[in-house]
């Protein structure tokens, strides 16, 4: 079974102008990092022409689909039906995009498969010391 979960989804960039424009995106989950997903975008929607890529705690995507959550660099917020807000906060300015909440949902449904909500602590750090463990046992084999 993979450890880590991507899936592509399309965000709608919130701007000044009237028409929103749409951007890809993929959502990560590694396995490795328990605790936290990651929203990452392709150089051609970023302002420096570079991949930008903004992780943030599992359990924020899971409580800013139901109510206004976070208060550091990434906030989230539901709007209107299926869609959810996420704000990306930078000392250049905010970034804000729509996701469809369904598209988030069948990501995080994903990624219960992988480490179920609750358990994250059990699967903290696991990688490393079944790699270290292996090599040990190689070693003095």
Not at 32 to 40: F, G, K, L
Not at 64 to 74: K, R, S, T, Y
């Amino acid at each position: 079974m993979s450890q880590v979960i991507e899936q592509a989804v399309q965000a709608r960039l919130v701007a000044s102008a009237p028409r929103a424009e749409s951007v890809a995106a993929t959502l990560r989950y590694d396995r490795a990092d328990p605790y936290a997903v990651s929203m990452a975008f392709p150089p051609p929607a970023t302002l420096e022409g570079v991949e930008v890529s903004w992780a943030f705690a599992r359990e924020l995507l899971v409580e800013g689909m139901e109510g206004p959550a976070g208060l550091g660099d990434v906030r989230l917020r539901p709007y209107g039906y299926d869609r959810t807000v996420v704000e990306f906060h930078a000392p250049e300015g905010v970034a804000m995009v729509h996701v469809r909440t369904s598209e988030l949902r069948r990501f995080l449904e994903r990624s219960q498969h992988l480490v179920p909500r609750g358990r994250e602590h059990q699967y903290a750090g696991w990688d490393h010391w079944d790699r270290e463990l292996a090599q040990l046992l190689e070693e003095h084999s």
